[in-house]
């Protein structure tokens, strides 16, 4: 037990469970032998184990406190908040002083709170999908076929494919579809992408990060084990129906323009493979739509105003003119050496080894880089060979392996309290929410569609600030003078095209609603730090 104890103070926590498990396999019955491992399996984020032990030291010694607070800490990180305010409570049962355990007994309550309206808020998300053209929700059964009062608007064609794609979404409803199943028709495409466990989650998921994407359906079946999933695949039925038997009219016609007449049996192969293609398309469209509309709710669910008193709004980064230029200019502003030489130089080590060593999501710039919100008058066009990495990225979930790229994201989270310090918090900044910094490799070539980061409406994220941190490996030339990369074109409602370069160590910040951006193509490689940051509204002279 004492060497467990070193071997925790020190953090070698399997060293630590090592021991304590050896001291328990003498003294099953080891009330703090328990809870301490317990403790261990909490660093180690092993967080079913750390339930058990500490069940099981509160179950020896109902007034072990630390046992309760161990086991409602691990319940709350399994998202079990419910439970985590049962145990809380009971815990405090016993000693209502206990500072510690008062203050999560607060944070579960305010977690459970916070689920219950997250789950309001979701119902009301898919409570407003449109109403299909001819079998709507009303018109669907339980088991997804059709009820029979539409029915008669089908031809023959659309009956049997809207019989494929019921029994499909029967059976994933019930689990009982796989990647090894017989009816998986299709070689290629994306619903073999979705059956498959490799690529299931970069074509639902693409950019998610590791600690979100612990929480999302693993597998085709699992996504149709979300609430409404089922529900809203079975009301676009007619919709998926019609768009099918569109394609295989349009297959058929191009046939018969070349003299190929499409016969019984090649038309029973392709209405399977074309309604699951449309099926797996719908599906994705339906889940990024939903997702989309999801952060937006999770933006708003629990941020607060980011403190102008806070530490970070004295770290004093940006110009007096930069400010300016943000605040009462035209919402668009350039802060040169923002971290520096000597950490730039040590910041892009760190970033070529994360991009080197760690997951990114390989990407086409007009499917994988989409911008947050697309300017609808924007025409852009896919460039052969332009792939981009992106990865989102939290500074104390890499803060040990990467310490200057997490330094380098805590400088720009620390910017939105600065600029509330500074502007006496005319923005109205919120602190940062995780899940908007994301690092993006730009090969050569690389490049963007004019965008806007956001847009007002249903689709409004939140957002309302672009923090854009630029990374240049090799930045000067032979007379060592910065070397542009690429271009930022930058236009707003009032201004002429401002065209600025996109050199290393610089940062560029501009109102995502406001500020049309585009990006010319990448002469070299680069990287890219952007942080999205949400406020509650712009004032007045904003």
Request: overall charge negative.
């Amino acid at each position: 037990k004492h060497r467990g104890n070193e071997h925790y103070q020190s953090k070698r926590y399997e060293d630590a469970v090592s021991c304590y498990t050896h001291a328990l396999d003498m003294n099953p019955n080891h009330v703090l032998c328990l809870g301490n491992r317990s403790a261990c399996y909490l660093a180690m984020k092993q967080y079913d184990k750390a339930v058990h032990d500490a069940k099981q030291a509160i179950q020896l010694d109902h007034n072990y406190i630390k046992g309760y607070f161990r086991l409602a800490t691990s319940l709350k990180l399994k998202k079990c908040y419910t439970e985590a305010v049962k145990v809380s409570s009971r815990g405090l049962a016993i000693d209502p002083d206990n500072a510690a355990l008062k203050k999560l007994h607060a944070s579960c309550l305010q977690e459970q709170q916070n689920e219950k309206v997250s789950k309001k808020m979701f119902r009301n998300l898919y409570s407003d999908q449109p109403a299909v053209s001819s079998i709507g929700h009303d018109d669907v059964a339980a088991n997804g076929e059709p009820s029979g009062q539409n029915e008669k608007a089908y031809t023959d064609l659309e009956k049997r494919i809207h019989s494929c794609l019921s029994s499909l979404l029967t059976r994933l409803k019930n689990g009982e579809f796989g990647p090894n199943d017989a009816s998986v028709h299709m070689l290629q495409g994306t619903f073999k992408k979705l059956v498959e466990k490799d690529t299931f989650t970069d074509i639902l998921f693409p950019g998610v990060p590791a600690d979100v994407l612990k929480d999302l359906p693993k597998s085709l079946p699992e996504v149709f084990q979300w609430e409404y999933m089922p529900h809203l695949m079975a009301g676009a039925l007619d919709k998926m129906t019609r768009s099918a038997a569109r394609i295989l009219e349009g297959v058929r016609s191009r046939g018969a323009a070349r003299g190929d007449t499409m016969d019984a049996a090649t038309e029973s192969v392709l209405v399977p493979q074309i309604a699951q293609e449309t099926f797996a398309r719908e599906l994705v469209e339906m889940v990024r739509n939903i997702s989309k509309r999801a952060s937006s709710v999770n933006a708003r669910l629990n941020l607060r105003l980011a403190s102008p008193d806070a530490e970070e709004g004295s770290m004093d980064q940006l110009d007096d003119s930069t400010l300016s230029e943000l605040v009462g200019g035209e919402g668009l502003a350039v802060q040169d050496a923002f971290m520096g030489a000597e950490w730039a130089e040590v910041v892009l080590s760190d970033i070529v080894r994360y991009a080197s060593e760690e997951s990114m999501t390989e990407m086409t710039f007009t499917t994988r880089m989409a911008p947050l919100s697309t300017d609808k008058s924007a025409v852009s066009s896919e460039v052969a060979g332009d792939r981009a990495r992106i990865a989102w990225v939290e500074g104390r979930d890499i803060e040990t392996a990467y310490p200057a790229l997490a330094e380098a994201i805590h400088n720009l989270h620390a910017l939105t309290y600065e600029i509330n310090a500074k502007s006496e918090s005319c923005m109205k900044l919120l602190e940062p929410s995780r899940g908007f910094t994301m690092l993006s490799h730009i090969p050569v070539g690389g490049i963007q569609p004019a965008r806007y980061d956001n847009s007002t409406g249903e689709n409004d994220s939140g957002i309302r600030l672009s923090c854009v941190y630029n990374i240049v490996p090799d930045d000067t030339d032979a007379s060592d003078e910065p070397v542009a990369v690429s271009k930022y074109v930058m236009s707003t409602s009032t201004a002429v095209e401002r065209s600025i370069d996109i050199v290393n160590d610089r940062l560029l910040l501009f109102k995502s609603l406001e500020v049309k951006n585009s990006r010319t193509a990448a002469t070299r490689e680069y990287y890219q730090l952007c942080f999205y940051i949400h406020a509650n509204v712009w004032s007045d002279s904003s």
